[in-house]
Nanobody, 125 residues
Framework: VQLQASGGGSAQPGESLRLSCTTSGFTLDVHAIGWFRQAPGKEREKISWISISDDITECTDSVKDRFIISRDNAKNTVYLQMNNLKPEDTAAYYC???????????????????WGQGTQVTVSS
């Protein structure tokens, strides 16, 4: 199981980026997928995850109403739409697989199975 995050880059405050999570070797439509990020010297921050039936669990207030997770099974891709970017959003972003169990809530992250290479997002003016 390999995941690949892409779509990162540089942005100015207030701009938007859309990250993509794709896979090799399996299809995403049978997996719950989540996004997390990690900035240098900081703890991993769990953002949100999406079930196979498109139910979304958000796990941090720092991106509330700015970041939106979605999936397009036809394209075998899960997205993270990031709007109104702030300098504190600067981090490496990763996608991960986990169990499709809504009852876990944000404890889902304790059961994450695998993640791949991240994509760097840098927000500065």
């Amino acid at each position: 199981v390999q995941l690949q995050a892409s779509g990162g880059g540089s942005a100015q405050p207030g701009e938007s980026l859309r990250l993509s999570c794709t896979t090799s070797g399996f299809t995403l439509d049978v997996h719950a997928i989540g996004w997390f990020r990690q900035a240098p010297g900081k703890e991993r921050e769990k953002i949100s995850w999406i079930s196979i039936s498109d139910d979304i669990t958000e796990c941090t207030d720092s991106v509330k109403d700015r970041f939106i997770i979605s999936r397009d099974n036809a394209k075998n891709t899960v997205y993270l739409q990031m709007n109104n970017l702030k300098p504190e959003d600067t981090a490496a972003y990763y996608c991960a697989t986990g169990p499709n169990n809504l009852k876990l809530g944000c404890a889902w992250w304790n059961f994450v199975g695998s993640w791949g290479q991240g994509t760097q997002v840098t927000v500065s003016s």
